[in-house]
């Protein structure tokens, strides 16, 4: 029973903590949200935004904690990725993180509350050097990502309640790294009856204008067929 006692204290020491892949589409590119450490260990330098999870808090309470006291918002979208456990991973100690993808409208969060982590956004294609392994879970982050938008309407998070399909095909060609063939993507687009269109136009881009389109989240409960 001492034996037992003893190696439960030892493996008492691993600490837990989340860590938030913060996705943003901003200036029609796929961005990360990242922080400027002013913290040790590795001040100074970019990271992901996360913290230990409390002794009695779920995974989820604690990743929706963080991103509350970045971003000042609730209710984000927001899916659990994966286990990172390397013993050697955190120059702190040995702490397994849990990785949160989540998408956010740059309009929409506190930019005050932002500006205390020296948070800034950086298109996934020119991303600074990270802490730790930081960087090996924004690479898991965008493979899950970019297997799952093809198939789940996940993609309309980043964007406004209103969008037009050219801002929605350079929303998949960001995620994606791809260029996406203008008329494929509207005939299926086109065949999704959860894409309503609305009788007005953004008139930003041309004379002729691009009708307004919402996502209508009932009905794509209902119709649940979502394939690009």
Not at 218 to 228: G, M, R, S, W
């Amino acid at each position: 029973m001492t034996v037992y006692n003893k190696e439960y204290r030892e493996l008492q020491q691993i600490k837990l903590a989340v860590d938030c892949i913060i996705f943003g589409f901003n200036d029609n590119k796929l961005e990360l949200l990242l922080i400027h450490r002013g913290f040790e260990p590795e001040k100074g330098k970019w990271s992901l935004i996360g913290g230990f999870v409390g002794e009695n808090e779920d995974l989820d309470k604690a990743a929706n904690r963080v991103l509350y006291k970045l971003s000042g918002l609730e209710d984000i979208y927001m899916e659990q990725v994966k286990a990172f456990g390397k013993a050697d991973r955190d120059s702190s100690g040995h702490v397994v993180s849990i990785t949160y993808s989540a998408m956010i409208l740059k309009s929409e969060y506190n930019e005050d509350q932002v500006s205390n982590y020296n948070a800034k956004w950086f298109p996934i294609e020119e991303l600074p050097e990270l802490v730790f392994d930081h960087r090996d879970m924004v690479e898991s982050a965008i493979r899950r990502l970019r297997r799952r938008v093809r198939n789940f309407p996940i993609a309309f998070n980043l964007l406004p309640a209103k969008f037009t399909l050219p801002q929605l095909q350079m929303l998949y060609e960001g995620i994606l790294n791809e260029s996406i063939d203008k008329r494929n993507f509207r005939r299926k687009v086109l065949q999704m009856k959860y894409l309503v269109r609305l009788e007005e136009k953004d008139m930003s881009e041309s004379r002729k204008g691009a009708y307004f389109y919402r996502f209508d989240e009932a009905l794509y409960k209902v119709e649940k067929n979502f394939n690009l």
